[in-house]
């Protein structure tokens, strides 16, 4: 009688060799696609321009773009939690002013902020909103589209 262990490995065998065929198959087409390296090469231009996104120190070119914006936004709250959980205070902190002069609600982030973090963290964050302001004032392309420049003023009590 044949136990079930022998039809088991070679058909996990012939299941494996054809994945890996599968992949073969179509990494070839891929690569012999007339316009693969054109693509290739746009991409490696397009990511050596993207600044590096390492502690904050992305890059923000206020635009109409909502798309863009949003995904600045989210990416600079997401390094300040990620900083803050790190216990790198000074680069969180940074990084959620930024998302707040960023943020089309400043207010309700404030009061969420307010709610949510420390009041000694909280209050650094306030008094670092008009330094990083001024700081992405003095950039050329945010100090361009700034506009009226003013800040959302939160009552700490």
């Known amino acids: 009688m044949i136990t079930p262990n022998i039809r088991f490995w070679p058909l996990v065998a012939a299941v494996g060799v054809s994945f890996v065929g599968y992949c073969v198959y179509f990494d070839r087409k891929r690569r012999s696609a007339p316009d693969f390296h054109e693509k290739l090469k746009a991409k490696r231009l397009q990511k050596k321009q993207k600044p590096q996104q390492t502690g904050g120190t992305s890059s923000f070119n206020k635009t109409d773009d909502a ?39 400043p207010q309700s982030l404030m009061a969420f902020f307010q709610q949510s973090l420390p009041l000694e963290l ?30 959302p003023e939160v009552d700490l009590e």
């Open 67 to 105: 798309e863009e914006m949003r995904h600045y936004f989210l990416e600079q709250i997401q390094l300040g939690e990620d900083c803050l959980t790190r216990g790198d205070i000074d680069t969180g902190l940074n990084c959620l002013a930024k998302a707040i002069l960023a943020c089309s609600q």
């Open 122 to 151: 909280f209050q650094e964050l306030i008094t670092r909103i008009p330094k990083i302001a001024q700081s992405m004032e003095n950039s050329a392309a945010f100090s361009a589209a700034l506009g009226s420049g003013s800040l």
